[in-house]
C-alpha cells in the first residue's frame, strides 16, 4: 500500500467495519473493492492497525469460522469506534484540504454520472 497520511488505514477500517463485521483478510477485500484497486493493503499494515484499534477499544475481535470453515478473529465496531470515526470524519472535512476533496469527489460524481446517462442513451 503507498503511504498514507497517518491514522488513515485506522479511519478507513473504522469505516469499513461501520457496515458490519469482518475479518481481516475480508477488510483487506474490502478496502480494495471500494476503492477500485487503488488501495491494496498488506497484512503487514493491516494487522497491526486492527491492534492498536483493539487497544484503543474502537474495535472488538472474536474469534468465529469464515465461509470457507476457517478460524478467524472477526472484527467490530464499538460505539466508542463509531464515534472516533464520526470526530475523525468531521476533522477531516473541516479541513482545506477535506473542503477539496469533498468538492472534487462531488464534481467526479457529476462527470461519473453524466458518462453513465452517456452511456444509456448510446
Do not use: C
Not at 467490530?76 to 469527489?105: C, M, Y
Request: proline share 4%.
Amino acid at each position: 500500500m503507498k503511504a498514507l497520511l497517518p491514522g488513515t488505514l485506522e479511519m478507513l477500517v473504522l469505516q469499513t467495519l461501520r457496515r458490519g463485521p469482518l475479518h481481516g483478510y475480508a477488510i483487506a477485500q474490502n478496502l480494495q473493492q471500494t476503492s477500485e484497486d487503488v488501495l491494496q493493503v498488506e497484512e503487514g499494515s493491516l494487522y497491526p492497525a486492527l491492534q492498536r484499534l483493539l487497544r484503543e477499544g474502537w474495535i472488538v475481535g472474536d474469534w468465529g469460522i469464515s465461509a470457507r470453515n476457517r478460524k478467524v478473529r472477526i472484527y467490530k465496531l464499538t460505539p466508542s469506534g463509531r464515534k472516533q470515526l464520526q470526530r475523525e470524519i468531521a476533522g477531516f472535512t473541516n479541513t482545506p484540504l477535506g473542503t477539496v476533496k469533498t468538492r472534487l469527489e462531488l464534481g467526479l460524481k457529476k462527470i461519473y454520472d453524466g458518462l453513465k446517462e452517456l452511456r444509456h442513451e448510446l
